[in-house]
């Protein structure tokens, strides 16, 4: 860390800071410009020390240097991390497309909905069973039927079974049916919920909060990753921002970000991050463009009828014509599709 | 609701809005305009309703007319509700004050605090014995100790003790120990634990995530509503912005705005809203004059040594001269404090 | 628009929004609901209207129905502007590069560049010769002599010269030497200088202000056409969220956002955008595969010695690279490049 | 500034820093950690150094130490200016209050307006003659019309008058009638306007633009203050994020914050921070007891009939109510009001 001292800040205040660092089982380094005073703090980085710093007196700022997150990084991974269970296969060239309705609403339409998927040419099924929704008037999910529907699903058609888990406590029960475990938006700092999915040997999607940076989003992952679950997929479904015109401002740029800063595969929800069926498309492509390592699309039979999120729902003909774009331009970059 | 169709519908398409509002068990009511048309859907509100109707052909938008939450809402309830728990009580023109450490940290630490707390006038003793962290390698809490801590603090001061509850699995623990649950704002969708403390017989602290909209926070204050427990408060603790010279943005609009929706009282934390200890005095006389309910406050005996959120708690000093100058403003505006 | 009146909105209060709408010349139509009354405003649309009946006693809100551009908009023109100048091709299936440095340093910087711009095969030249610095103290710009340099290395190279024009009594000057005038995202909303834009007959660059919604971004091009210059491009520039991991947010929506709701041709700049020369080759191709007509990138032959935006400028053969794969993306995508 | 290194960088490559430290006339110190190693680059500080040692080769990061504003820095003043013109006194104690209209509308119109105004005990006359629109087909203000209806209305009643200037060719009409000149938001950054009124030798009232850092905010003040008008007022109206229930986020930490940094006095707009008449009241009492030099609010004798911003527009008995309740707090925090 750099501590960077106030203008006209006194010696007896350096030699705080100085005496503080070294009390923190750190060396300290001191550097008098013409105008102020820094002092470096080296060696291992210790948790809360830039906190402790930054508030004693005569100091103007404390700069971090290393990235908090360690497991996630590719300082210590270089290669590229691939999740694979069943045919779905997420990063090193492969592009991993998982689809299917928000909520599993009928035996019908999961089923429906898993052959338009399967024959698509993509190799996950996503389907809520446990539903967190903002009001406690929506439909809350069908539960443990859903996930036996989403079972039979997969039996029919060997697609990987991609489902979100709210609480510590739904996990045994999840992991009976489900391949991969998602980890919603909202839960992404539910830390007993991180450390409980850490705990599985299901691969976890963990999508990101709607708030969250970059750092928090990765330090969301390490708590995964120190737990014990290695496969990790890290999924972009959009942030708050000022717009009005879109449910969620998709940045793409943290596809590219992402991939310089840790080795986890990285995912583009185009469905949430735009929250409508107009610009589905077109941001699916762009996702692949941007170097994602896989889509996770809402479809839908009847997109009018769907009990949640029909607005932003492909109809099983959007979603060919989607896969469709989208693997021309995979192509075009030597990707896998 | 409104169903706005798009400049020149056809007849087939206005009359699939129709017959989709009637299924809806609403009724239709059309209108037509010079440049479109418009179409009422009539009677009580169906959840998944707006959604249904946007999907359908030759639809432009869908507007609903009433809020949806409702057992939070002043169209349900008009007079302001008061929590009341040992000596806090916090609504109807008591201003109550809650301060403490961010975490509990020792017998000694927690004990001198909640003299300072008790001294100072203040009515409730906050510290965290569970702590959310969003770095796994950043010190977790010191749990059940912590909170056997906050009792005898409690027991020394009668100070009522709001501490942080993380998992549905832990209510049962906390409950032992504290006055009031609090939920966290990186928790403030997490439904299963808002069940979980709707199920409580004590009061409940909810605080706004930093990107909710005010609908959003209501809606999650409705889920601990409608499970059962009606001692809700609202804490305001700031949002994420552009703005980098507070850690969070604190939007003291949503104070009158909260009054004048809901008959939940309002809390404001100007420590975590602002994340910077100069501020902090500041915003919290500008809470009171904005007319908040009650104010929870970091404070630490030795800010520089505190193992989490130093840079933002008061001394003792700090929170006496606080809590004079509020006091100055809440006397102005005929407020008890 | 639709007024919707507050529940148990009394008679006089919707006989009041009644005769308002009709002194507004507008007719009027009631619809009263189970829980309560909308009153719907038929006609032209009036400026000011919805302002005005909101404030109406016994109102709730008022509902606009129309987009409030019309030049700008679909519903007036539904095929989509092509600008052409010089070998500059923007829209109709031609997406239309201009590359070039922040600002013109030298002549050799400049003449050095326009070649590689010219080699790699894009079709504009972009540089700064008037520069609006977020500081005081920083470089300012070449002013006319950096306009003179411009047009020199038009001439030897056939590119069209893009350059920011930042007052109205710049426009006779900058025209002298400019092929496109650039309106910069700081003046998205300085209405003297759009009217003074629209007087020209030179194509305009409108690039989107941070913090700008749609409608604000087409209500200001809207300025502009309505002026009489038809021929506008509208450039995606990134905005203002809490993510600091780049300098703004790319927000890639707008793209086929925009295209659903106007004619006007879509340039999208990924180095501002990003902010971050390593993330610039990955926007721009997300920029292509979202649909963009056109993309606007800094380039500099040594970007660590640039006077401005080095941190974000491509190397003459970086941006050659990124060249390649944006066609490899056209290409697939059926466009030219 | 402070370069930080990669991990693992190369001997050359932190010898080019060095040499590029060297080359731009600051002198280098070197700092090797056990992890990483960074350079120190010390001296008078050099605009774009920062950007320019980014590019270079094995460099992570750098840090600025020192702030970019000069003249608007309590660095370089400590004693709070005071901007005074005619009766209006913003600083030093004082709480400045300027109202009226958005727009001045009639004779009648401001006339009673500034009665209003002047027996509430303000000093000072806001009214629109120029006004920046978003829609084209929005009322424009009156233009010298309107001046010359301020000038009367202050002959009446020896309000200071403060009108906003769009462009730099409007400082000499303005000037014939104004008081005060006023830099609208959307011109936070229009620099040549800036200058221009930095020629001036009327006081300046610069609004925050809505995506504005303080920094950004501070350096456009400084634009001023360079130019060589040192009475400028800095005016926070809120900021946009992706609250809806506000017309822009009105985020009052930045009074306390403004106040440690600059010695510029502070005026709070909570019309346009709030954008509804039912928010103003409160958020006014939030920003005197804040700590703001100064208010600035829109009234109006029918907002229902106003042709701009009615629905923010306190009524005349609304605007003594807030006076008299700020005056409250005014007194209770020793403010003079």
Known sequence: MIVVM??????????????????????????????????????????GAKQALETLEGVDKVVPILAPYKMASTEVKKEPTVVETRGLRVGGGQIGVIAGPCSVESRQQILEVAHVVKEA?????????????????????????????????????????????????????????ADVLQVGARNMQNYPLLEAVGESTLPVLLKRG??????????????????????????????????????????????????????????????????KVSLVTAMARAAVAAGADGLIVEIHPNPDKALSDGYQSLTPEGFRSMMAECRKIARALEMQM
Chains 1, 2, 3, 4 share one sequence.
């Open 6 to 47: 106030k203008e006209g800040a006194a010696k007896w205040q350096i030699d705080g800071v100085i005496e503080h660092i070294e009390q923190l089982g750190l060396r300290s380094h001191v550097i008098e410009g013409t105008e102020l005073t820094v002092v470096a703090a080296l060696g291992e980085k210790r948790d």
């Open 121 to 177: 040419g993509a190799a996950g099924l996503r389907g809520g069973a446990f539903k967190p929704r903002t009001s406690p008037y929506s439909f809350q999910g069908m539960k443990e039927k859903g996930l036996e529907l989403l079972a039979e699903a997969r039996d029919a058609t060997g697609l990987a079974v991609v489902t979100e888990i709210m609480a510590k406590e739904q996990v045994e029960l999840v992991s009976k049916y």
């Open 210 to 275: 709607p708030s969250a940076t970059m750092e928090e989003f990765l330090l969301a992952a390490e708590y995964i990753l120190k737990t014990g679950n290695s496969r990790v997929m890290l999924c972009e479904r959009g942030i708050r921002t000022f717009e009005d015109h879109t449910r969620f401002t998709l940045p793409l740029a943290s596809v590219p970000y992402l991939h310089q800063h840790t080795h986890l595969p990285i995912v583009v929800d185009p469905s949430h991050g735009t929250g």
